[in-house]
């Protein structure tokens, strides 16, 4: 929540975000599809998560885009983690940048929301998370990051 003191409309220089309240939607489990390549995901997540399994298992990345409910994407994600690309390492944080960016491109209002974040630093309040989240306050807040670039991308085209 944006601080009286700075005066009306003003955010603070951090914006601190969970899945309550106004910047839910920032969220990559947000219940905001994302179309790729014809098909329909859910959530972001859901493609995140597909995507390491996409080019050379794409049953598993089906199944996984299939999922009705978020818990169940990270559950068989992980049941299948010996089929994980080998490069995933090294590709999953640009993959979540160009998950969020198709997120942010293809809901207008998202979109909106983000770029309104500006320049505000993005920290993901998630103690149980501190890859994604700011691991109560000693994580890497991975998500913030990832919107702040794709935040930066979509400025640079103009906010369109």
Not at 69 to 75: F, G, P, S
Not at 81 to 93: C, F, H, I, P, S
Not at 136 to 157: C, D, Q, T, Y
Request: proline share 6%; aromatic share 10%; charged share 25%.
């Amino acid at each position: 929540m944006p601080s009286p003191s700075l005066g009306p409309g003003a955010l603070p220089p951090t914006l601190k975000f969970n899945g309550f309240g106004e910047y839910a939607g920032l969220l990559y489990h947000s219940p905001h599809s994302v179309v790729y390549h014809d098909e329909l995901y859910p959530t972001a997540l859901h493609l995140f998560e597909a995507r390491k399994f996409l080019d050379h298992r794409p049953d598993l990345a089906d199944r996984i885009r299939q999922c009705e409910r978020v818990e169940q994407v990270t559950a068989i994600s992980a049941e299948m983690a010996e089929n994980t690309r080998r490069d995933w390492g090294n590709v999953a944080l640009g993959t979540m940048d160009d998950v969020l960016y198709l997120k942010f491109r293809q809901h207008g209002d998202l979109r909106t929301l983000l770029l309104n974040t500006f320049p505000s630093e993005l920290v993901y309040v998630e103690s149980g998370d501190p890859f994604w989240g700011d691991g109560a306050g000693v994580g890497m807040n991975e998500l913030g990051k990832s919107l702040m670039r794709v935040r930066e991308r979509l400025r640079l085209e103009g906010g369109i």
